[in-house]
């Protein structure tokens, strides 16, 4: 390997790609950084701004679904410090904040703030909870999900938020929490192909086909070879395409259809705090 973790780091900050689609770009440019940042923005996806985790220093990501299992809400409460992020009245606050989420199903974050809890609005009281920390709070980030099924899954330590919404109830539920974390772990940016917007799917198509010309592949079968490689891309960057992490031998499309022909999932979101 010609570069290190550094360079990926580096190269995810200078660009707002993911860290695997950085990852990927510098072994193409064999290490050089120069190359790897054309590369990058060459592909100039939409994706890969998607993918890439917000710009936040510290705090705490919550995700949590109602009772009914039929409604899902994830939020980001920013801190300065991580020793305040670990705090447990921070943590707490956030709590209190996600669990209003839920109580009052807001659907945008400028809802969530207006929302009334002990007498304030949630907008005001993350502002006093600034005199007591000590340290800025943003109230950065929220989204709600419904349907027939959402799973939530926050990986420990708080910096990783998952849900994902199915279009019918699930029998096992350690089924949907499989797929919550299959999105924490693997980054997914859309459900499937279709998921994606068709002038996306070109771009990634006309880059493929100009890669294996400039490689010097027959012209006759070039379409064929970067067809090859958009399959490839549909199964890194959607999810139901994705290997299925536990398995390795299977989609996540056949793990839900081997547990129930017909489900499958219709939404998800994933926040991360960290690199």
Same mark, same amino acid.
């Given at each position: 390997?010609?570069? #290190? ?35 990058? /923005? ?8 998607? /993918?890439?985790? /917000? !710009? ?20 980001? =409460?920013?801190? @300065? &410090?991580?020793?305040? +992020?670990?705090? @447990? ?16 199903? %807001?659907? *945008?974050?400028?809802? =969530?703030?207006? %929302? ?7 907008? +005001?009281?993350? #502002?006093?909870?600034?005199?007591? &920390? ?9 989204? *709600?999900? &419904? ?13 990783? $938020? &998952?849900?994902? *919404? ?13 797929? $919550?974390?299959?999105? +924490?772990?693997?980054?997914? %940016?859309?459900? !499937? @192909? ?7 799917? !070109?771009?990634?198509? $006309?880059f493929a086909k100009e890669k294996y010309r400039n ?27 994705? #290997? ?24 998800? !979101?994933?926040? *991360?705090? #960290?690199?």
């Open positions: 390997m010609s570069f #290190t973790t550094a360079d990926v780091v580096k190269l995810r900050k200078v660009s707002g790609a993911g860290m695997m689609d950085c990852k990927n770009a510098l072994a193409e440019a064999d290490g050089n950084f120069e190359r790897a940042l054309e590369i990058i /923005r060459e592909k100039g996806k939409l994706i890969a701004n998607k /993918r890439a985790d /917000r !710009d936040a220093a510290e705090g705490v990501a919550l995700s949590k679904v109602t009772e009914d299992g039929k409604f899902g809400a994830l939020v980001v =409460l920013n801190c @300065e &410090t991580d020793f305040v +992020a670990k705090n @447990e009245s921070f943590v707490a606050f956030a709590e209190s904040i996600l669990n209003a989420a839920l109580e009052n199903k %807001v659907e *945008s974050l400028e809802a =969530l703030k207006a %929302v009334e809890l002990n007498g304030k609005s949630i907008d +005001a009281l993350v #502002t006093e909870q600034t005199g007591v &920390t000590g340290e800025k709070l943003d109230l950065s980030y929220f989204k *709600s999900l &419904t349907g027939e099924a959402v799973v939530s899954y926050i990986h420990p330590g708080n910096k990783l $938020a &998952t849900m994902v *919404s199915f279009n019918k109830a699930i029998a096992d539920v350690q089924v949907g929490k499989d797929v $919550a974390m299959q999105i +924490a772990a693997m980054a997914p %940016v859309a459900v !499937d @192909e279709k998921s994606i917007p068709q002038a996306e799917i !070109d771009k990634e198509l $006309a490689e010097g592949k027959p012209e006759e079968m070039i379409e064929k070879i970067a067809l090859g490689s958009l399959n490839k891309w549909y199964k890194d960057v959607t999810l139901l395409n994705q #290997t299925y992490v536990k398995d390795g031998k299977i989609s996540i499309k056949d793990f839900l259809k081997q547990n129930d022909p017909q489900l499958t999932v219709t939404a998800f !979101d994933r926040y *991360s705090l #960290t690199v």
